[in-house]
């Protein structure tokens, strides 16, 4: 019974650990663009919506990764009901920013 506590407790671990570096994957991504994006704003390139968007959608997808993992380790209803409705609304936004890369797309061609 003591090995399982102890497995579990390692799998509690790796499982935060692995969060977290979605979570800052996603920030990163999102920082990164972000300068990217200014500096072709600077630079005045007519595909700084798409590039913004795109660099958005992704860093979006680290962090809806971070989310359904964290799902792992949740021990009550009400942790399972706020992470559902985080991961509800980060997919959402990801549904939206596809569509206006899409949208952007057409426009440029």
């Known amino acids: 019974m003591e090995l399982l506590h102890h497995v579990e407790k390692i799998f509690q671990l790796v499982v935060q650990w692995g969060v977290l570096s979605l979570e800052c994957t996603g920030v990163a991504t999102l920082l990164i663009t972000t300068l990217k994006t200014i500096w072709s704003c600077i630079h005045r390139d007519p595909k700084v919506r798409l590039t913004l968007a795109k660099g958005i959608a992704l860093a979006l997808e680290f962090k809806l990764g971070g ?25 959402a936004l990801t549904l939206l920013i596809h569509w206006e890369i899409k949208t952007e797309e057409a426009n440029l061609d």
């Open 67 to 91: 989310e359904v993992l964290r799902t792992v380790i949740v021990r009550e209803w009400s942790e399972l009901a706020i992470l559902g409705a985080i991961i509800l609304l980060r997919g």
